[in-house]
Structures are given as structure tokens and as C-alpha cells.
């Protein structure tokens, strides 16, 4: 089968490798041609590539299969441009990071046009080459169906992990790592939710190793203290220097909070134990942001997704205002003092 | 009738200062005489302080009673101290931020020599003196009735805020500003949630007044952005200038908000308005650890108090660590750079 | 000056009878007849009311001032049905718990008519009538300028709080109660992120009176415990039988956590002790949740206003299927049953 | 070598089962035969087991080497009993679920009698006889090493996890699946935060899947609304109707948040799409507590873990009456009646 991708970044080279590596081809579009000619060496035939659209979209047989993986902000023009090249019965995807909003409004806009929009929530980072991608898909049925072996060569497959207990017969598409999730957006609202998950388990790590890390408190603190300070009634309970990223390793094994965040957690802790690489300013990319606006919506308690997601803020010092609110209150009812800086 | 105070600082000074002008006599004892000769000069003849403990007790008539007001770290050692030259039926009060933990235990151990212990949680600030403190108390309650007169005066008194509707007849002690909340331990614990509460709604305040301070995003952040950021999907939507100091004023007249709080957020944003002299390193003094304790052991869920606390921590720079192995999982499985530094 | 008044519900009505009572007039609008009456025989002639709304704003003197308070849901039609009755110069006010994207929009689609579009949060709630109404106004300048007499008839006055210390002089609107925020939609804006405040600060006093009111739980809960529970490692901190109403009432008098909110608590539980008359089920009318999505979109951190919003859908069994989902790990990894039902 | 195992029940007995595999022998006590016969039937001669606690000890070589694996609350007094049959020189180990602070304390006490004292925090769960046990160790370093070939047998080993990018050669017993954390207590205080960090990503998944499981909201809420409930702004962005089974699966392969736990997640929806067996009454062991008494002591924010903790909590009615509290409130300032329960 042949597959055309817009964008042939990390995650649209990848996944072209893949399909290719499995026996289609593919036709890449890009406005720069080093990432063409870099695939064009590594994949040979298989694999043509052009800076032209028009080209672009000539080189593919009808029903034309256009993924479009660029960022998220670029991605509604993209989609216009090519979808006045098009024809009745082609799909386009949006593989990439969008709102899910967007596609909802988008599949609408080209109905009329008799263009099938699929979203496809892409998973599995930069290691997506070689363990394949989780893809969550939103669409009609027909159009879904018809990139069935596509997807089948993109996803991970079902030796990716062990088969869930009660499980028999023929593998179903999720456990070869892809699903249908529902009509237009329900492949992004799925990813968007994994993402929110993600920030949540993330955080619970993080916050865990901080504890292990401020082990030794009792050390350095002993039971004296200043009026602003609350005194550590047991030192004694604080006396520990854990290796921390010692623990990230044995956790990987036999421990219930093994995962593939603790397996990358446990690697960059032995690359750079002390973390000095890192400062400590994390980014949110909005699927955390939209999780939480989907759980506000719906009425959904998701406290501990939400303290993800306001942890990263105040990583960024989007804090500090409402911080200075609270020491001045202290020093008008208390005449407190702050602390000095560190 | 008389009171011993030990400890004759900004509170301990008040509270002297109080039932002294209500007709009352004290006895002052401090290491140093800076804080007497002030007192002394200040009250005349009711007023005698000393620095010599021996003499304190020598000066006070049988029952004695004793006010501890001393940071919570010393307060223990002087009120083994002072307990040594005490006699039984004497009263020692701790009225300092002592854990209630402390209270049971001393109440405990002075018990044997007769001597009656009785624990005030004082809550008031720099403006107890005029306004009087409110007074939350442990202990048995023959002692606790002795001090009724002293407690009355130390109070705010019935006409410090309307009457509550439906109560009738003669103030009850709570609607004067003073509670007997219980045996040894009780006023302190009482003063503890009282305090977790005061962090939760600094907090509110804190949070919400920052939500203001940024309405003006949509004016800086259009909808571009990197693939770091997310975008603003409506910058119409946070086109505002809002000027803080005056929204905390107004709120402070027919708003459900309204409280002494906010007319000190108003006063501390009027003489502020920037808040240029506040660096945002907010202190905690104990008590709203100690309330979160309560409620683990309790099982009481506490999450507004717990994100009230945790801010502060994260204030003081305690989340760093966190938020790098946040960073480093991120480089790990995106291959995301960190933002730099604002 | 004459007020025209959409809607003379409880809101209303009020602000109806305070301008009236103040020397304006007031005209008065609604399909039923029964408030209209009841407002007439108590205001007399100052007040007239019809259930026409031709009639309505024929009988307005130019430029009409026609002030909407209806439910946030019927308001949109209301006022554009009015609007095609209005001329330019007049003014729309939305008194009204609209979000305030819903202004925006609106004030655009009135300006080409030339009819002005302001705004105004209001919050009293039912005392409104006697202690007047905090007012948070959005619009341009010179319509809200034109509005000051009401304005001020309806707000609290400078009276209703001590004046905050180092302002002096004429009192600002501010501090008579009321605040021209910004342009449209800055009074909704504000009085969104107030009523998130208050729902942060209404949980910090819950959170605080559970934990009091669960302080005797060493006294049911000793040492034992069953494999599925936690021990209480010290059951001797738990042994208060605290009087919560008598607390309530006690920090209303000179502690930090002295508030409206507070007063109202004390009044609540003074007539029902025990709150035998709830059953727990927290409704939540939107601003909390509008006050989150700004928070989200514009990166600031707000925990303790999440919580609050959360706790609320948790009260109402919205966390039911998580809960189930943690059962349903917890039998799967540990072998361990739920606890059964209380 | 061999083993004392004091406890046969699922814990103790796998572990005896993997180290008599593994080809060393074992000794077990029970005060009840039932566990002992099962396990010799099972094992043969290279496990014997007694009732009689001195014949337990007989038949141990020194120095002995006693693993107590018992509930936490009947560890201490079994230790207690154990040790005063046992020699200088010999090892007792408390493998269960002990707060770390006993361990500092009983290896104090142990220590005069030169009994070395080892705590191990033990992962695994149902799982651990056939995955291996993940163990994390306190206690001198002597006794701990004379304990590895034991550790070694009970331990998952390297196989059970891709080892980590840039670990070469020997693995280290962290890579074999154990690990000495440091000092007497060590080994529960990892295994503490262990789990703490297994709440909050619980917790995290349940959110998500609940977000997941409302999609569908907006089929069943339009536009209309009271005024006690919150409009839905957008009902056609949550018409899903998300299959959560299935969404867990595709998870488990490819993407960022694959675990075991999700593995564990999977497997029961497979098995109860609905989770009907389930009532939502989710039990906390202790451990999430301490963690969270840990993260407040040393200063450290833990937000995710403490709303984890409180989720737990809440979903055992302890919110009730904060909830009433909060009701009690809107009712006093707003007249809002309660919604009924559903």
C-alpha cells in the first residue's frame, strides 16, 4: 500500500521507515529537501520525495492517503492547501498534536468535498522507530478500515508486550497497538487523555524521588530552628543518603511501578545522577492544559492531573505573583519577615 | 486579678498590656530589661517585671499564674524551668504556637506536682492589642474557669463583630473572643486548624488575585508559539488590565469574599501596589504541617490545605529537584530541550 | 435617574428597592405579573412595572438604562430581543452570571447598533438588600460613567468597612463598592475569578471543620487494625470532642480566619449543629470552573481553586468510576477486596 | 544457605518457594500446621516447618537467619519474642509492611544483644513468585551482604528488564532486582515512597480513564441547564463513547504510559468491562501516609501524592462533612437548596 506524508521531521520520518522497512511505499513532501534526500538514501525506490504539492499529490494513487505530521500551529493551512488538490474519496490525517476541537470543525469543512479526515494520536516519542507507535484514531469507519495495513506496519505489533490474561483468539487491533476510538477527534481526545496521564504518572515519579532525595533532611537540619522556620521534631528519622538513581534501577524489576517512564527515568539518572544537565523550567505542550479542560467540562474530579499540570507553571515561576500576595499578607497580620534568597 | 507573663515580646507585651488597662495587675519576667523598663514606663505601678525568675514567682499571689509567651523551640525548657519553684494549685499557661502534642505530654508530667497546665492558642497578630486576641484553650476545667477574668479581658469582647442571628441571652465565652475547647492539647489544636485554614484562604486569594495579574496575556501571547508553548487558543479573551489593588478594595464591601484578610491584602496592595518589596519566598511556622498531619491520621482528606502548604514549599525553591527529573524524562522519551531560562 | 429592570427576581427586586429607596425611579419588567405587584405596593409610584416589554421601554426615559438579571441561560435572548426595541445611545447592562466571553461578543454585535453593552458581576447574594451589592463592572468609560448615581445607590458604601489605612481623601468608587473594571467583560471577568476565591476559601474552612470535627477519632479508632486499614499510631492525639459551632463563633472575634463567609458558618451551625439538613451534594455554578479554564490558558498555577472545584464534583459522585478503576488495580496487583460499605 | 521464615502466609510462603527452587533450604514457624504441610508437600525435605517457636530456632544454623513476615501491627511483638531465643550474631529481618521508624528503633535495641537487625520493603505482589520479589534493604552492611546469595534467589533478576542504556558489565544487584538503601530503615523508607509513588500514578490513570469514560457527556447534556448546574458550552465536543477496555490495551504497547500497573489495569477491564464487582471504597495501607508525613516533614511539595491520598480517603465518605459544610455555606449567603441525590 502507498502512504504520502507531509512533513518528514522525526516523528514523519519514522514512521515512513516503518512502513517502508514493511513492504509499502511511500511519497514524502516537504518544502526543504534534506530530510527527502536523507530517506531517499536510506530507503531507496521505495521512497520518493518532492518539495512541489502539486507533485506531491500527482505521485499518489487514488484514494489518495495524505498523513500530514507537522506542529500543531501549522497544521489547519497545511490541510487547506493540499485539500484543493484533492479529490472525492481521498484522506487526509492529521497525525500530529491538534486539538481534538479541530478536528471535529475540520472533518465537517471537507464532508462536503467528499474528503475523509482521519486523526491519528501518535505515541512512542523518539523511540517510535524501533518499538513502534501507539496510534489512536479518530474517523469514519470506511476510511479507517481502508489504512488498516498501514497501521498495522506503524504500530508496535503484538509481541510489544505480553498478551492480557483472557485473551485469545485472533489479536484485535489494540493489542497490535492501534485503535479505532470513534468518529472525528476521538483518536486526539485519547491521546490528549494519555498525555494527562503521562504529566500525572510523571509527577508522581518526581515528587517521590524528591523525598528519597531530601532523605539526609535531618542531617544538615537539626531540632534548632527560627521563629519563621518549623523545627524537624525527628532528625532522626531523616539520616539517609539514598542513590537515587540506584532505586530507579531496582524498581524496574518485579516492582508494581515499573514502566517505560521509570526504564527512561533510570537511564537518564545514570547518564547524569545529579541531574546537573537540567534547570528545571518544564515545558507543557496543551495536552495536559486540554485534559484538564475536558475534565472541567464534564464534571470529572482530576486533582492529581491538575497538580501535574500547575506543578509545570510553577516550574516556570508562573507562581511568583501569587507568592508575593502571600508575604505580604503574612507581614501585614504578623509582621513576618521573609525569608532571605537562599 | 494578677497574671505572671514570661516572655515579654510583641505578644506577650500585648497581652500584658490589655488586662493592665483593664484593670488588672501583671508580673513580667525576661532575661533582659529592655521590654520591662518599656512596660513599666508605659503601664506605672500595676505593671513590676524582673529578671530574676525567683523573684517573678516570689512576686505572684498563690494560685499563681503563669503565662508562658516564648517561641515554640524554648518553650518547653522554661517551663520545666519555672515549674521547679512552683506549688500545687499553681497554673502554668503555654500561649505560644507549641504543638498540642507538647501539651499533652507536659500536662501530663506537671500533673504529679499539682500544678494545673493550660495551653492558649492566640491568634490576633500585631493587632491584638486593639483588637484583642482570640483565645482557644486546653486544659481541665477548674483552671481554665480561675482565668476567666484574665481571658476576658485579653479577648475582643461581644462587640467586635455583630451577633450572630439566633443567639440571644448573655454573650456565652465563645462570643466574646475565648473558647474552652477541651482538656490539655485542645487549644492548640484547635489554634493548629485554625491556622491550616488561614493558609488555605491566603491561598484562594493568592491563586485568584494572580489569575488577574495575568488577564493581560492575550496582549503579549498571540497565537503563535514553538512546539515548547502552548498556544492561546482566544487572546481576545485575556486582553485586560486589572487593576489588583483596587479589585481587592472593592471586594472588601457587600462581596462574599470580604474578610479581615483581604482588608489586609487591600492595605498591604495599596502601600505596595507591585508588591516590589516581597520576593515570594514564603515561610511556614509549623501549624499547617502539623494540621495536614491531623488529617492523614485522621483520614480526612485536606487537599486544599495540602495545596496551600505545598505552595509554599515550592516557593522556597523545594520542588527543583522534582521538576529536573520532570525535565530529564521529557529529554528521554521527546527528545524536548528545556526552555530557557525567562 | 431612572433604572429599567429585566427580571425582578430576588436579585432583581433588590437592586430595584434600593435605587427606589435611594430616590430613583425604577421601571420594571416580566412576563408574569406577581413580582411587579408586590414591588409596586411596597415602592409605590417611584416604581412601575409591566409584563410588555414595548411597553417596558417605551416607558424609559433617553438614554434608557435597561439593567437584565435573569438567569446567565435566558439572557442572550433576552437582550437581543430587547436590543431590537433600544436606540443608539442607550445601554444594556448584563447583571447576570454570563462568562464573560459571552460579553465580548455581545458588546461587539450591539456596537453597530450604537447601543452600549456593559457588564457588572454583582455578588451579596440574599443580603444584598441590606448590606448593598459589590459591583464589578466592564464597558467603556463613558456609559458607566453615565451609570454612577445608580451605581452607587446600589453598592455598600464607604461605611460598610473601615477605611484601609493611607487612603484618604474622597473615596474612590472602589471604596464605595464598586469598580469599573475594563473594557467589556472585565466586570464578569472579575467576579468569575471572586467566585473562584470564594469556592477555594469555603473548602479551606470545610477541609479545617472535618479534621475538627474527626479529632476524637483515637477515642473509636485504638492501636488494631485489620490488614486493609491503617493504625493509629498515637490514638492518644485524637481524644477532642470538639463544639464546632462554638468555634466558628469564637474565631469571629480577633483571628486571622475572621471573614463573612465565617459569620455566615457560625449563623449555619449555631441552627443546625450537626448540619442534619444537608446531605453533601455540592452544586457548583460555573464561575469555578471558568475561573480554572483561565487559570489553564493563561499558565498560572492554581491548585487550591482546583481542589475546591474538584472536591465539589466528588461530592457528587463523579469520582465514582476512578474509584473503582483504583479497587480494580488494588485486587489485581495485591489480591486485596474493598472494604465493605459502611 | 538457609532460611527462618516466621509467617507462611502468600508473602512468606513465595518467597520460601523461590529460594528452595532456587536450591537453598528454609525452616518456617506458624503457630497453625495448615500452610506448613502445604508448603513441605509442595517443596519436599528442603523445607521443614514447626509451630513451636524454640524448635524453629533449634533448627536453624547460625548464625541464623529469621525473616518475620507477618502484618505490620504483630511484627514488633513477634520480633520481641523471637530474639530472646536467638544469639549474638544472628540476623532478624522484617520483610512486612513496618513504618521505617520501628526499624530505627528495633535495631537500636537489638543491637546490645548483637542481634543484627534488617528491614526489607518487599514489591510484588500476587505476582512475586513467578516475577521475583523487588527488595529494598536497610540495616549494617555486614549482615546484609552475608544475606546476598538469599537476596539474590528471592530477587527478579537482570532478565527481567532490558538493561539500561550504558550499564555494562556485571550487573549490579540494583539490575538484579535488590538493593541496600543505607542504614536500619533504609529498605521500608524506599519501599514507603514506593508506594506513595504507586498512589499518585493510580490515581493517575483512574483520572484519565474517568475523563475517557464521560466522552459521552455531551449526548446525554445539552445546552439547557438550571440555575444550580453548570451549562456544558460545547456538548458536541463529548459525544464518544469511548471504549475504556480497549483504550487501556492499545496503551500497553508503544506508548509513553505503558506499566505494569496499566498491564494490571487492562486485564481487569478485560474481565469486567464495567467494573461492576467494584464499589468504589478504596483502602490506603499506610504507606501513602507516611510518604506524605515524609514529604511534610523535609519541606518537600508532593501534591500529586497528597491528592492521590485524599482521592482515597474521599472515596470512603470522610468528605461528608466538608461537603455539608460547603452546602450549609451556599445556602446562608445564596438561599442555593441543595441538588437531590441522585
Chains 1, 2, 3, 4 share one sequence.
Not at 504539492?53 to 501549522?74: C, K, N, Q, S
Request: glycine share 12%; proline share 6%.
Amino acid at each position: 500500500m502507498q502512504l504520502g506524508m507531509i512533513g518528514l521531521g522525526r516523528m514523519g520520518g519514522n514512521i515512513v521507515r516503518r512502513i517502508v522497512r514493511d513492504g509499502h511505499t511511500a511519497v514524502g513532501y516537504e518544502r526543504k529537501s534534506a530530510n527527502i534526500e536523507e530517506l531517499r538514501a536510506e530507503l531507496g525506490e521505495r521512497f520518493q520525495g518532492t518539495t512541489d504539492l502539486r507533485e506531491f499529490v500527482a505521485a499518489l494513487e487514488t484514494p489518495r492517503v495524505v498523513w500530514v505530521m507537522i506542529p500543531a500551529g501549522a497544521t489547519g493551512a497545511v490541510i487547506a492547501e493540499v485539500a484543493e488538490l484533492l479529490e472525492p474519496g481521498d484522506i487526509v490525517i492529521d497525525g500530529g498534536n491538534s486539538r481534538y476541537h479541530d478536528d471535529i470543525r475540520r472533518a465537517e469543512e471537507l464532508k462536503p468535498k467528499g474528503i475523509h479526515y482521519v486523526d491519528i494520536g501518535t505515541s512512542g516519542g523518539v523511540f517510535g522507530l524501533d518499538r513502534g507507535f501507539c496510534l489512536m484514531i479518530g474517523g469514519e469507519p470506511e476510511p479507517v478500515a481502508h489504512l488498516d495495513p498501514l497501521l498495522k506496519s506503524i504500530a508496535p505489533g503484538v509481541d510489544a508486550a505480553p498478551r492480557t490474561p483472557g485473551r485469545t483468539g485472533e489479536p484485535t487491533p489494540a493489542e497490535q497497538g492501534y485503535l479505532h476510538c470513534g468518529p472525528a477527534g476521538a483518536g486526539h481526545f485519547v491521546k490528549m487523555v494519555h498525555n494527562g496521564i503521562e504529566y500525572g504518572a510523571m509527577a508522581a515519579y518526581a515528587e517521590g524521588l524528591n523525598i528519597l532525595h531530601k532523605a539526609d533532611y535531618g542531617l544538615s537540619h537539626s531540632g534548632e530552628f527560627s521563629a519563621e522556620e518549623t523545627p524537624l521534631e525527628h532528625p532522626e528519622h531523616y539520616r539517609y543518603r539514598i542513590d537515587v538513581p540506584e532505586v530507579t534501577e531496582v524498581w524496574r524489576r518485579g516492582s508494581v511501578v515499573a514502566s517505560w517512564l521509570l526504564d527512561l527515568t533510570a537511564a537518564a539518572l545514570h547518564a547524569d545522577p545529579n541531574l546537573d544537565s537540567f534547570g528545571g523550567r518544564v515545558s507543557d505542550s496543551g495536552e495536559g492544559r486540554w485534559t484538564l479542560d475536558a475534565a472541567i467540562d464534564t464534571g470529572v474530579p482530576a486533582p492529581v492531573l491538575a497538580a501535574a499540570l500547575f506543578g509545570r507553571f510553577s516550574s516556570r515561576g508562573e507562581s511568583l505573583y501569587a507568592d508575593k500576595v502571600l508575604s505580604a499578607m503574612r507581614k501585614a497580620f504578623g509582621g513576618h519577615n521573609e525569608l532571605p534568597r537562599a
